[in-house]
């Protein structure tokens, strides 16, 4: 340690200066403006309050706090990462660009909309403009094509010895510009008089805080030099893919590696020509995404003033979509079945806990459960819910076992409306169109469920979330996945195959409404009502939807599905509402204009039109949804993989690629 | 090559695979008429005859996709009584098909892997909560894949994470076999392996089908159209035509057959046999030579 001669920090090649700029400046205008403009600092300076000044002490402002060190500390790591991971040859213009659209405008428009989905919406359709007309530039101006990677080398200990340094330079630097800009902000707001009367508390702070930053930069870029470094492609094996275990790494190999991974799949790898898309950089997305969810509820009052409890009361709404999202992307997007009536086990898992969890059960069957102990019912219940659904996954999957496609369509279709309306007429048990009513929430230890905050709530979905979301990942993988999507491609083969087709497809039904039924009883659970008439045939419609914009049989897709349809149709349009109402906003004169014209128009009132042409506008230009699973994307957009060597000339017929190549302009 | 093998002399043998007497009807067309054919353990028996002999109808009925309308298939001594295609594997028979259907969005090895579907024990609750012999059962699959694939020699194990879209149709065809063999079958099907391939592809296949026998001692039934392969490879040859078997026996025997001569081409033909001859020559050189020695 006592070996950092200063010297040490200077970056030695004049490729490392390069690599340090590219990212160093990438991410500290993001950063800062995160930071300054909008709430970074006031998180910290709230946080420091709560500490030292017992007046305000608040355990939220300090989880906030802890948050935003967090963020700091993971964003330096990054840094340090992707500069020991670039082979530097994406042009440094062209990353700004990039980084500047897809970090800086969003946190910008979600700044001035004050709404999260809004802006993140805006976003969007600034995103979408931004690719397509990159694409036009680049049609214009084609750039070189990329040659495949030079000789991918087995790391030595020398290329680890420059990777760590690398990434130590990196963070290092990136922290010492942040610590020194934001020190002369301070002190300009201090000399200025804009901070009043600071406080002794602050000033050490700022000190503090501009000595230690570029220490744990330091730090943390080893940290990021050893996450490049285990993603490099080592002596033996594979990189990142442990499975291939023990075999020696040819040069033949890294090759072959490189001529057909060399554009996207090239992820493992380091060097690497797209650094921000490697397996190594969402370590530390997932990370950074982590601690947002989970500190989200304290940081929230910071990021959008009041009403914090609305929104993550709606928050928890879109998780529950969530998760049927993911267990429709089971049915359909796997095992190729077309459901369109999965509202069905929604409603079976609703009604399965609001008839055992409310006075209905009593109603029903007399027994009348302590009410303290009744909301701990929940817990088994939510199982023994999705048990049910699946049971009636099996029941209503078995008769379309013979069917194909479209017939099946039209089946479930059926059944998506039967359920419901079977639901509601069997009032002695289900008190028919009057709903159940007064369906206890869960318990858990010192927990006060849905009686002043949605916290709660929000923490339970997230909890489901991730549980539903690890068993929908290893179902993927695993021998059962593999014969869903078998079956999906070629049932015949599948078959020839050795796969049971009768019981590979129940299981799809019967998994995909598991999922549903556990959706369903906390939906029952959070409303604290249940009314079967809510739910009909446009709903199944509507988780469709989700799948398919966001990706069929793409897990991380019908995520963003869910959230996307969700947001669309009862955040955004509602809150575009709201802002065109408030004489503040930027948008309230168009708002008044367009209401000269139309008198009765209000976003909410065409929100089907506009659901609508978004999802005629994705399906044609890119039918493979927001965040398609690389097979679709292969799929649909077959003629991107000419950079791969094509060693036949001949499609044979039958194979998709032989239509694919008559192209209709 | 096939006095290499020591094989008891055919009567004392079980056949792996009996035909009585099969026959398919689809409404007033009868596609198989009954059909006899026994197949003994480590033979190589090829089914040719011009097209819409019934050839892939028999196939069809042996690996389950068709019921029999009337007859018996017995494998191992135990009939495949309304064994549906899944069953059929289990029992042992593994197939490929004329056109090849692979499963294009997935790559070469995930094919193979679900190639071992039936081999692999984990169920859907196992998939979900993973205990270690789930994962160890899964990396024992690939390694198991990949040495299935490298039976082709390497260039498929370098290329195991392609999606086989992108291979050649000879490396297409030999993926297909890879999964065929993956369930660990006693009889392979092959329905027209070489389809579509030229000379030297086609002398490749000849070798490998050959070594599939000789070196993982699997018995091998075959469609094939062109004559030059299955008389170089086939231990025995039945020909069909409209539905019934016309002819069987060995490679020579055929060869000279009049019904078959006819069947190919045309009465007319019998008293050419010149031609008829030259198309049958077995190949004068190459690995798939069939010198009878």
């Known amino acids: 340690m006592a070996m950092l001669v200063p010297s040490q920090i200077l970056p030695q090649t004049g490729e490392t200066r390069r690599l340090l700029l590219k990212w160093v400046i990438a991410f500290l205008v993001p950063v800062l403006v995160f930071t300054l403009v909008w709430s970074g600092e006031a998180i910290l300076n709230a946080a ?41 040859r994406q042009s440094l213009l062209d990353l700004w660009i990039s980084m500047f659209f897809f970090t800086v405008v969003p946190i910008l428009l979600i700044y001035i909309t004050a709404n999260l989905f809004v802006g993140l919406a805006a976003s969007v359709v600034v995103w979408a403009f931004y690719y397509y007309g990159r694409r036009l530039v680049r049609r214009f101006r084609p750039p070189a094509p990329l040659p495949p990677l030079p000789s991918l080398k087995v790391l030595d200990a020398e290329m680890r010895a420059t990777l760590l340094t690398r990434a130590r330079l990196g963070s290092f630097w990136f922290a010492l510009s942040f610590s020194l800009i934001w020190l002369l902000v301070d002190l300009l707001f201090y000399f200025t008089g804009q901070y009043g009367q600071a406080s002794l508390v602050f000033l050490v702070w700022i000190l503090l805080r501009s000595v230690l930053l570029p220490v744990a930069g330091w730090l943390l870029g080893s940290l990021g030099g050893l996450v490049a470094i285990r993603h490099a492609v080592p002596a033996n094996g594979n990189g990142s893919n442990g499975d291939r275990a023990g075999a020696p790494v040819s040069t033949r190999r890294l090759r072959l590696l490189s001529a057909t991974r060399a554009r996207e799949e090239a992820r493992d790898l380091v060097p690497n020509d797209l650094p921000l898309r490697s397996t190594g950089a969402r370590n530390f997305y997932l990370l950074l995404l982590l601690a947002l969810l989970v500190f989200y509820p304290m940081i929230d009052p910071f990021l959008f003033g009041p009403g914090t409890d609305s929104r993550l009361d709606n928050y928890g709404n879109a998780g529950y979509y969530v998760i049927l999202a993911l267990g429709l992307n089971i049915v359909v997007g796997f095992a190729g079945l077309l459901d369109l009536g999965y509202v069905a086990f929604f409603v079976i898992g609703a009604y399965t806990w609001a008839m055992v969890g409310s006075p209905q059960l009593t109603v029903l069957t007399g027994i009348h459960i302590n009410p303290d102990i009744w909301p701990w019912l929940f817990w088994p219940m939510l199982i023994v819910a999705a048990l049910i659904a699946a049971l009636w996954g099996v029941l209503l999957g078995a008769p379309t076992l013979r069917l194909r496609g479209d017939y099946l369509a039209i089946v479930t279709l059926g059944f998506g409306e039967i359920i419901p309306i079977v639901v509601q007429n069997l009032d002695k048990y289900t008190n028919g169109t009057n709903g159940l009513t007064g369906i ?108 398919v914009l966001g990706g069929l049989g793409s897990i991380p897709g019908v995520v963003v599905g869910a959230l996307a349809v969700y947001a669309v149709n009862v955040l955004v349009l509602p809150q575009l509402d709201a802002l065109g109402n408030d004489p503040s906003s930027i948008i309230y004169p168009i708002y008044t204009h367009i209401l000269q014209v139309i008198p009765n128009f209000s976003f909410s009132n065409i929100r089907n039109l506009i659901f609508g042409i978004i999802l005629v506008v994705l399906m044609i230009f890119r039918p493979e949804g927001l965040i398609p699973s690389t097979r679709r994307r292969h799929e649909l957009h077959h003629t991107e993989a000419e950079g791969v ?21 | 090559m096939t006095a290499e093998h020591e094989q008891a002399p055919q009567s004392t043998r079980q056949p792996l695979l009996e035909l009585k007497k099969v026959t ?62 899944h069953q059929v594997v289990q029992r042992g028979l593994a197939r490929t098909f004329q056109n090849i259907r692979l499963f294009n969005n997935m790559t070469v090895l995930e094919n193979v892997l679900v190639g071992e579907h039936l081999r692999l024990k984990a169920s859907i609750l196992d998939a979900v909560f993973r205990p270690p012999w789930v994962k160890q059962e899964e990396e024992e699959a690939r390694r198991r894949a990949i040495e299935l694939l490298s039976f082709f020699g390497q ?58 026998r000789d070196e993982l001692h699997l018995t091998i039934l075959l469609i094939e159209h062109k004559l030059m392969v299955t008389m170089g490879i086939s231990d025995r040859i039945a020909v069909l035509d409209y539905g019934r078997k016309i002819a069987e026996g060995l490679p020579d025997e055929i060869r000279r057959d009049e019904r078959v001569i006819t069947a190919y081409l045309g009465k007319a033909a019998t008293a050419d046999r010149q031609t008829w001859q030259v198309a049958l020559r077995p190949q004068p050189e190459g690995e798939a030579n069939n010198h009878h020695e």
Do not use: C
Not at chain 1, 68 to 88: E, K, N, R
Not at chain 1, 537 to 546: G, K, N, P, R, T
Not at chain 2, 170 to 179: F, K, N
């Open chain 2, 155 to 212: 260039h498929l194990v370098d290329r195991q994470d392609e999606y086989v879209i992108n291979l050649s149709y000879a490396d297409r065809r030999r993926v297909e076999i890879a999964r065929a063999l993956a369930s660990e079958p006693k009889l392979l099907l092959l329905d027209e392996p070489t389809a579509g391939m030229n000379e030297a592809e086609t002398m490749e296949a000849v070798h490998y089908i050959r070594r599939l």
């Open chain 1, 440 to 547: 206890y929430s869960p318990a858990f230890f010192g927990v006060h469920w849905n009686v002043s905050t949605s916290e709660p709530y929000y923490y339970l979905i997230l909890v489901l979330i991730a549980i539903v979301l690890l068993a929908n990942l290893r179902l993927r993988d695993s021998r059962i996945g593999r014969a869903w999507i078998a079956m999906r491609e070629d049932e015949i083969a599948a078959a020839a195959s050795g796969i049971n087709l009768t019981r590979t497809k129940l299981l799809a039904f019967a998994a995909g409404a598991f999922f549903s039924g556990i959706a369903g009883a906390y939906y029952a659970a959070k409303l604290s009502t249940v009314t079967s008439g809510n739910f009909s045939f446009s709903d199944s419609v509507i988780y469709l939807a989700m799948v």
């Open chain 1, 645 to 665: 060597e094509i060693t036949s000339l001949d499609t044979p017929p039958g194979a998709p690629g032989f239509e694919s190549e008559m192209r209709v302009e």
């Open chain 1, 48 to 88: 420091l309050l709560a500490i030292f000044f017992p007046g305000s002490f608040s355990i939220a402002a300090i989880a906030a706090g802890l948050f935003m060190l967090l963020f700091y500390g993971i964003i330096t790591g990054l840094t340090g990462y992707l500069v020991a991971a670039d082979s530097g």
């Open chain 2, 24 to 85: 398919k009807h689809f409404g007033g067309l009868a596609a198989v008429q009954d059909v006899d054919l026994a197949i003994y353990p480590q033979e190589i028996v090829s089914i040719i005859g011009p097209n819409g002999a019934g050839k892939t109808t028999v196939f069809n009925l042996i690996t389950g996709i068709y019921l029999a309308t009337s007859g018996e298939i017995i494998f191992e001594g135990q009939p495949l009584k309304k064994a549906s295609p």
